[in-house]
């Protein structure tokens, strides 16, 4: 009997506030390009008061890939924590309204920590750098799991960045016992090479014992296996998953799955914000899996989806995937 | 000795919510197309809850227009009402981060009703269709008015939209004195044909009394003076006021004063989404007057501006519109 979600993801219940800058705001305000900083809410109201007028869209890595599995047409729910606030309201909606089963508590109005944000900062090479404050999404802890949920889960797909906080380790390892016990399978992002140099031990861990499916880019393959090639790093990885899918930026992704590599090629597109390029890929490849496509078809399917995303503003989809993908003939 | 501020706009102050949908659900959800309709709360939270994932942008007419006018590098200051809660943030960062003075103070966190959104119903083809709780907005009263601020203006824009209420009415009539007895200027735009219609008899005495420069479109004239054809309501308009700027959709737009009209032609664009075109006509149109340039300068000033709105989705400008002038040799 088919189960009730192809996927669940679980991650940070983040809404984006995006803004194009020029390179020079990155340095003179202290901000690593391309990569994700944690903030604290003094920062968060410091950068605020200093960006330029923003847009705001509901973000969050596993958020957006749930999101553009559910405009794929896949069953699926996600999990993860905001409050009961304006901003929460929205991340609930937009969830929500593009399919997804989001039925997490939020934290009370009375709550001390806010939902959390992410200000994305859009150079004019398209690179987005991203200042995030967690809010109430780093309290994700075991009591938020349900575990009838992860049972009734094809795949779960964990967001690397939700390992920072100790409760949502605990949450976690709850899920992947749920959904693994009912014979589900466990797919893992590594999110960000800081974020894996923070949790280099519990994902190596994680990824030896329960991950079937990997997904990380070049970056975050050198962060955790720290060897000198990316060969060499995603033959590590291979050797201890089923199947790794890594994307190599404007060439496209790399997968391996039982010694064989494959390559598939990124779409043409004109890059206008690449905010969640990776999470849109990870997207289209779980669409494929579970339609039952073979790895480099799922590869392919993850870099249309990619290449819709970098297509614009914003990290949730805005054009019709499926039309997207019967136009590739996928 | 030369103002502080060349244009200070009072008007509604907005988040908007924007999704795209099919005109189907227009008609399924008894939405007008094309205009504004006002709501409350339920019906806000109806219409969200059957909505399709949106984005946020900081909208509200006059706000758009003076964001528009100081993204031109013109001197701004806007007055409306937010509460303080994170809508009010995002509206007051992203209208100051602009840079506009804007200093209202905020309706307290425990007010009832919170900072006002419209959700903007964006079709395929382009249209989009407005549904307004105006909040907090709706309560901008007289003590809200900085005479200083309206003496040391040589332009004041006033919203159409805004004169639902009361209270606002009395803000307008203090504005517009302390703006014209320190030899300041008063605009106004019409806002909208079902604006005229709850208005007319007041919007008359206004024009009429004190307005030197009026914003329109071809069915708000229809609407304010119930004449046969565009030309004879013009005329009426142009007997009771310095300058008639009127859009005309696609065409560009009429402008008339001492009795000659001239014609500005809209810039090339392709269509995303109309949301703030007259607003930013608005901006464009005020920062030529404002600058000494001939009407017809300004009318094309005005055009340029509102091509580049309607480009992209969200009513308040992405390009740098200063470059878009030189451009076009302005």
Not at 114 to 125: F, I, K, Q, S
Not at 131 to 145: A, F, K
Not at 187 to 209: K, N, Q, Y
Request: a negative charge.
């Amino acid at each position: 009997m088919s189960k009730k979600f192809q996927v669940v993801g679980i991650g940070n219940s983040i809404v984006d506030v995006l803004a194009h800058c020029e390179d020079a705001f990155l340095t003179d305000n202290g901000i690593d390009k391309g990569i994700m900083q944690l903030i604290d809410t003094a920062r968060a109201s410091e950068l605020y008061g200093k960006m330029g007028p923003a847009m705001e869209i509901s973000g969050g890595s596993a958020a957006n890939t749930i999101a553009g599995l559910a405009a794929m047409g896949a069953s699926t729910a996600y999990v993860g924590k905001v409050k009961a606030d304006q901003l929460g309201d929205i991340f609930a909606h937009d969830i929500q309204a593009q399919g997804a089963v989001y039925e997490v508590p939020r934290a009370p109005a009375d709550a001390t920590d806010e939902t959390g944000r992410c200000m994305v900062l859009v150079t004019p090479d398209a690179e987005r750098s991203m200042n995030t404050y967690l809010g109430v999404s780093e309290h994700l802890g075991p009591e938020d799991i349900d575990t009838g949920m992860m049972a009734d889960a094809d795949w779960i797909y964990l967001e690397g960045y939700r390992f920072d906080g100790e409760e949502s380790h605990a949450a976690f390892a709850k899920a992947i016992k749920a959904c693994k016990d009912a014979g589900g399978k466990v797919s893992l992002t590594l999110s960000d090479p800081f974020c894996v140099e923070r949790h280099r031990g519990a994902f190596r861990a994680m990824i030896r014992d329960n991950v079937d499916l990997l997904f990380c880019n070049e970056h975050e393959m050198a962060a955790m296996y720290e060897m000198p090639t990316l060969t060499a790093c995603l033959n590590a990885a291979a050797s201890e998953v089923d199947i790794v899918a890594c994307t190599i930026g404007e060439n496209g992704a790399m997968i391996i799955r039982d010694g064989k590599t494959e390559h598939a090629p990124a779409t043409q597109a004109t890059v206008v914000d690449v905010t969640g390029a990776g999470d849109m890929f990870a997207a289209g490849f779980l669409h494929g899996l579970v339609n039952g496509k073979d790895t480099l078809t799922c590869g392919r399917m993850g870099c249309v989806a990619a290449g819709e995303i970098i297509s614009h503003i914003g990290a949730r989809p805005e054009a019709d995937l499926k039309e997207l993908f019967r136009a590739e003939g996928l």
